[in-house]
């Protein structure tokens, strides 16, 4: 059976939103097991976490945004690509705005950054709920691999 992964360490990404043109500077971290994926919002007093679960997924026109109360956050999809088809299960991604930096639009340098900072085993077993995200259950899941192409910058 295959054990939950999280990141051996963390990493940050800066760039525009998309939506918001804003500068926005987001931090993957290594989580406990279990924990899944969170964003939390910086920007926002209390800095309130949204889980990043289907139940709170409310838009999907222009990307996907995800809403807990009041706190949305957008434009997810492609670090949460990057994630998934690295096998990370738990990591805890902070932002400093509504949005995820949109970088060149594709998962590629969220994949890299994953790359670069490793993998860490943890001890409960890795199982796949009916919405497709892991959770600790009784039974094992198919894993998923990821090969991107060698890109060298953002503009290309």
Known sequence: MQKQLTLKDSFTVMGK???TGLMLTTTVKPAPEDF??????LDLE????VDCVAENVTDT?????LQKGNVRVSTIEHLMAALYA????NCLIE??????????GSA???????????LKEQTP??????YGTRRKSKGPTESLSCSCPTRTSAST
């Open 108 to 118: 590629y340098f969220f994949h890299k950054e994953i790359q670069k900072v490793g």
């Open 95 to 104: 932002t400093n705005g509504p949005e995820i930096p949109i970088l060149d």
């Open 86 to 89: 690295s096998g990370v299960d």
């Open 36 to 41: 899944g994926y969170k964003i939390k919002r």
């Open 46 to 49: 209390g800095q309130p976490v």
């Open 125 to 130: 077993t890795r199982t796949t709920s009916s």
């Open 17 to 19: 939103g998309l939506h």
């Open 61 to 65: 026109q222009r990307g996907t945004v």
